[in-house]
């Protein structure tokens, strides 16, 4: 394990990404932009690789270690993409990639990606019905295979969709314009076909305004809250830890009460519209992707399962229209 006594990263524009986040031997944090770009940050050392792929806005990232390549959600191409020889690039630089193979383009509005196996489920927040008074989404669920990627089932909810995390056969959802977060059981062997779906259960987070982004991991729920879209200055990060608990002692459709939770907000944060996270229970780290402050950033909150106030980020690096995060260690 290191201790980033002295990491900094250093831009064109004098930005920095700052050095108090402990990680292993390896650690590589992968983001996407809503212009299509993508980056790999090496937090051990400071090295950044820029990718220039096959899509003009992306949302949704997910690497493989085992083959080398990570997969993304194109928003402007609405289908998955596949990128593999990833660690084979040399940072510093900006690499022109091609397509491996990707899915057939059955989206329409993906916002996150979640991967269990070999399955990998969009959620999708377009209108079904094309009525907005009305809440629906989707879960477009492709099996890679072989060949590629396959579109196995599509399934409809009767709320709006954002983040989505598997945490073992479960999916996690976070139920866009609410407080609320919705678990489905066994989600991929119980859901084959084309089908409407409902949670299992679906809870509140007391003080929670809008929730988009969430990441599960050791027992402990973290979730985003972008507050008033408009706002670039009242998002908040919400921790929970032993989250299976809480769970099990909250009624479907009641609140997790706020006061055991724990609740990073305020001017000095820089969290507005936090639209997605990633965190690390090794070591006790929030990764946010915040796409209004300071026309987007990457953030990084240590003690994150203790830090609850207004306090300033231990890493900072700009990085315009930042949309998702993936953070891989070893």
């Known amino acids: 394990m290191l201790f980033l006594a002295s990491l900094l990263f250093s831009c064109d524009n004098d930005d920095s990404l700052n050095p108090e986040v402990e990680t292993s031997a390896v650690a590589h944090l992968f983001a996407t932009s809503k212009d299509g770009s993508v980056k790999k940050f090496d937090i051990n050392n400071g090295d950044k690789t820029s990718f220039k792929i096959a899509s003009s806005s992306t949302e949704g990232i997910h690497f493989s270690p085992g083959e080398d390549a990570f997969v993304i959600v194109s928003r402007s191409s609405l289908h998955l993409q596949a990128y593999s020889g990833i660690s084979n690039y040399r940072p510093e630089q900006t690499h022109n990639l091609s397509v491996d193979f990707a899915s057939t383009s059955d989206l329409f509005?993906?916002?996150?990606?979640a991967v269990s196996g070999e399955f990998y489920v969009v959620s999708d927040n377009s209108d079904v019905d094309y009525d907005e008074s009305t809440a629906d989404g989707r879960f477009f669920v492709y099996e890679k295979t072989a060949e590629g990627f396959r579109l196995r089932n599509i399934l409809t909810t009767d709320f709006n969709v954002w983040g989505v995390e598997f945490e073992g056969e479960d999916l996690y959802a976070a139920v866009d314009k609410t407080n609320q977060v919705a678990i489905f059981n066994d989600f991929i062997n119980s859901n084959k076909s084309d089908k409407a779906v409902s949670p299992t259960k679906k809870i509140g987070i007391e003080g929670l305004v809008q929730i988009h982004g969430l990441d599960y991991e050791d027992?402990?729920?973290?979730?985003?809250?972008i507050g008033?879209?408009?706002s670039?200055?009242?998002?908040a990060i919400h921790v929970i830890t032993d989250f299976n608990s809480k769970l099990l002692e909250t009624a479907n459709?009641?609140?997790i009460g706020l006061t055991v939770q724990t609740v990073i907000s305020g001017?000095?944060?820089?969290?507005?519209?936090?639209?997605?996270?990633v965190y690390d229970a090794a070591y006790n780290v929030v990764f946010v992707a915040e796409q209004a402050n300071g026309g987007g950033r990457i953030l990084a909150f240590t003690k994150?399962?203790?830090?609850?106030?207004?306090?300033?980020?231990?890493?900072?690096y700009k990085f315009s229209g930042v949309n998702s995060l993936e953070f891989y260690t070893e």
């Open 219 to 225: 027992g402990t729920l973290v979730v985003s809250d």
């Open 267 to 277: 001017a000095k944060t820089l969290l507005g519209n936090p639209v997605n996270l």
């Open 232 to 235: 670039n200055t009242d998002g």
């Open 304 to 316: 994150a399962r203790s830090a609850n106030s207004n306090i300033a980020p231990n890493l900072n």
């Open 109 to 113: 509005s993906p916002r996150d990606l």
């Open 253 to 255: 459709g009641g609140n």
């Open 228 to 230: 008033d879209p408009a």
